[in-house]
């Protein structure tokens, strides 16, 4: 039986690949690339493990080789095992991208992200990948590794996004803002999912996180973002727009010859001054105010003198007691 040079024959999406020739003799080659591991198996179980260079089958350089061919072919050359050849290289080829619902705290509606981005993996633990993920397949490729990752990957970005929003209070429409810490967190979080299939997460990057703005529910809740602003404006500046309206009722009363208008303009307020013509407008009415309310304070005042002036004169007439006198008097000054 001819001596074999055995290679790493996989595609390049490939990452584990089988020899298809179980039946190796003795002296033949397996040559492994710098990139690259091969393991030789017998019945599932590791006989020994390949570096990059040249390697000779011989009974004497893998170890227990010699006792299989004894026992299981009756000393003849040819030996029945498996050589798997495992990708050590990192690819960048993984890219994922999902849609992820979020609650805005604001409007505490349904919010659809849109999420993409990649990561990187390389094979650090051959026997682990190739009992837990590749099974009983003889080849796999860096497609069916993104499919059985996926899950994962969107699972922890669901769970860190959720978070942030709901516990944390980040604002949906702002978090393409936190690209940079996003995907080193949810990096993270992934790193012992994935390394428990033999797997080593080199990089994590999330490119973009939108809000789907197409999605008619993110127009509902715009709207309603906008008019919570407009409320919180209007609460915040309230002594502005009672200003602006009070400009409008002089504007009206302007219209006519007498009354408020007569009384603003003698005082010297013309319509149109800006922020002058406001304050002018402030102290014309605090002064009528004040006018006002000195005249009665004055014609109360009067009336208290009088109530006394009467009360002395019950007393000097002997209508009341001292005693009643000094209450009575007591109460009224308690009023000016």
Excluded at 205 to 227: A, C, Q, T, W
Aim: proline letters at 3%.
């Amino acid at each position: 039986m001819s001596v074999k040079t055995i290679i790493n024959d996989c595609p390049n999406d490939c990452v584990v690949w089988k020899y298809p020739d179980e039946n190796i003799t003795f002296g033949s080659q397996v040559i492994v690339n710098e990139s690259e591991e091969a393991h030789l198996f017998e019945n599932g179980q590791l006989l020994t493990t390949f570096k990059a260079g040249r390697h000779t089958i011989e009974s004497g350089n893998i170890p227990g080789l010699e006792g299989l061919v004894q026992k299981s072919f009756n000393g003849k050359n040819p030996i029945v095992v498996e050589i798997w050849f495992f990708k050590k290289i990192a690819s960048f080829d993984y890219k994922w991208g999902a849609q992820i619902p979020v609650i805005d705290s604001e409007t505490r509606l349904a919010i659809p992200l849109g999420a993409r981005g990649s990561y990187s993996l390389r094979v650090k633990d051959p026997m682990s990948f190739l009992l837990q993920m590749v099974g009983t397949e003889t080849s796999f490729k860096i497609n069916q590794i993104k499919e059985n990752l996926l899950d994962n990957v969107i699972r922890n970005l669901k769970d860190f996004i959720g978070e942030e929003v709901t516990k944390r209070g980040a604002d949906p429409f702002t978090l393409s803002s936190e690209l940079k810490k996003i995907s080193r967190q949810v990096k993270d979080s992934l790193f012992n999912d994935i390394s428990r299939f033999g797997l080593e997460l080199i990089d994590f990057y999330i490119i973009g996180i939108d809000v789907i703005s197409e999605n008619p529910e993110v127009k509902r809740i715009m709207e309603l973002r906008g008019f919570r602003a407009e409320g919180a404006a209007v609460k915040e500046t309230g002594d502005f727009y009672k200003l602006q309206r009070s400009f409008d009722a002089v504007e009206k009363a302007a219209e006519n010859e007498g009354g408020l208008a007569g009384t603003f303009l003698s005082g010297g307020l013309g319509l149109g001054l800006g922020m002058n013509a406001g304050q002018q407008m402030g102290q014309t009415i605090s002064q009528a105010t004040n006018v006002n309310t000195d005249n009665q304070k004055n014609q109360s005042n009067g009336n208290i003198t009088n109530k006394l002036q009467e009360l002395k004169g019950l007393l000097d007439s002997g209508l009341i007691t001292n005693e009643d006198y000094e209450e009575k008097k007591s109460k009224l000054l308690d009023l000016l």
